[in-house]
């Protein structure tokens, strides 16, 4: 048995960092990097994406809304085309930054609110992927599993791979719980890596309600964000480890 680890990074701004990227490498073998819109810039791009590369690690565009205050977290109301481009020039962006240091964009994973969103809505998740593929028809598309984004790659026949969140609470229809909600955020890197092992062992989605969904689980994401978030990410990969089930970059579905 076999499972990704990804984390999104390369989320600072100029002088001023965010998240634990150097102390993550060490601990996944994907990394979205932020496309300058929520987060990030060309500097910061560049300096995760050498990292990445250096580390060994999967370089994946982490696109979203135009909304830097937000973190891209808050909704926005866009026609398909606005979706379309928007996904696209963040992933040419991704792509020069990638090979200026001597890498490559392999996957693409919507980020908050678009992300979400998405997984509400396959008209939109097509919009968003039909914009990627259209730069490149190779690139895995990182989705959350069992929701409208896995229903709009397998309507567009692409390659994709089904994500899980090891410190995110979930609905009965797979959708994430809200983050307002209380018990949304997992903090705990005991019961965070216990859940990711049993979601793994089951191949499927464990609901906050206990409820088991089968589902895809190629690849599970550590964010990098929060307190606990690198005590989390080395939880989760030693207990995948010690149950026998091998770490290794997803090759899409």
Same mark, same amino acid.
């Given at each position: 048995?076999?499972?990704?680890?990804?984390?999104?990074?390369?989320?600072?701004? %100029?002088?001023?960092p965010? %998240?634990s $990227?150097? &102390?993550?490498?060490?601990?996944?073998?994907?990394?979205?990097i932020?496309?300058?819109?929520h987060?990030g810039?060309?500097?910061?791009?560049?300096a995760?994406?050498?990292?990445?590369v250096?580390?060994?690690?999967g370089?994946?565009?982490? @696109?979203?809304? @135009? $909304?830097?205050? =937000?973190?891209?977290?808050?909704?926005?109301?866009?026609? @398909?085309d606005?979706?379309?481009?928007l996904?696209?020039?963040?992933l040419?962006?991704?792509?020069?930054?990638?090979?200026? !240091?001597?890498?490559?964009v392999?996957?693409?994973?919507?980020?908050?609110?678009?992300a979400?969103?998405?997984? &509400?809505?396959?008209?939109?998740?097509?919009?968003?992927?039909? =914009?990627?593929?259209?730069? *490149?028809p190779?690139?895995?598309?990182?989705v959350i599993?069992?929701?409208?984004?896995?229903?709009?790659?397998? *309507?567009? =026949?692409?390659?994709?791979?089904?994500?899980?969140f090891?410190?995110?609470a979930?609905?009965d $229809?797979?959708?994430?719980?809200?983050?307002?909600?209380?018990?949304?955020v997992?903090?705990d @890197?005991?019961?965070?890596?216990?859940?990711? !092992?049993?979601? !793994?062992?089951?191949?499927?989605?464990?609901?906050?309600?206990?409820?088991?969904i089968?589902?895809?689980?190629?690849?599970?994401?550590?964010?990098? *964000?929060?307190?606990?978030a690198?005590?989390?990410?080395?939880?989760?990969?030693?207990?995948?480890? $010690? &149950?026998g089930?091998?770490?290794?970059?997803f090759?899409?579905?």
């Open positions: 048995m076999t499972v990704d680890l990804n984390a999104d990074m390369g989320e600072g701004f %100029g002088p001023w965010m %998240g $990227d150097a &102390e993550l490498l060490d601990v996944i073998t994907s990394a979205n932020a496309c300058g819109f987060a810039d060309p500097d910061v791009m560049a995760t994406m050498a990292r990445a250096k580390a060994g690690v370089i994946g565009a982490h @696109p979203g809304f @135009p $909304d830097l205050q =937000g973190f891209g977290r808050r909704r926005m109301s866009l026609k @398909p606005e979706v379309r481009h996904v696209a020039y963040q040419g962006a991704a792509q020069a930054m990638a090979r200026l !240091v001597g890498g490559k392999r996957h693409l994973k919507l980020h908050g609110a678009l979400n969103m998405a997984a &509400e809505d396959v008209s939109l998740a097509k919009a968003a992927y039909e =914009g990627a593929l259209a730069v *490149d190779d690139i895995i598309v990182m599993t069992a929701t409208q984004q896995q229903a709009a790659v397998e *309507d567009l =026949g692409c390659r994709w791979a089904g994500e899980i090891a410190d995110r979930y609905n $229809d797979c959708t994430l719980v809200d983050r307002s909600k209380p018990g949304a997992i903090h @890197p005991e019961v965070a890596a216990k859940r990711v !092992v049993a979601m !793994v062992k089951a191949g499927g989605i464990i609901a906050e309600s206990g409820l088991v089968p589902a895809a689980v190629d690849t599970i994401c550590l964010h990098g *964000d929060g307190a606990t690198v005590k989390i990410a080395k939880a989760v990969r030693q207990a995948l480890l $010690d &149950e089930i091998e770490l290794a970059q090759q899409g579905r």
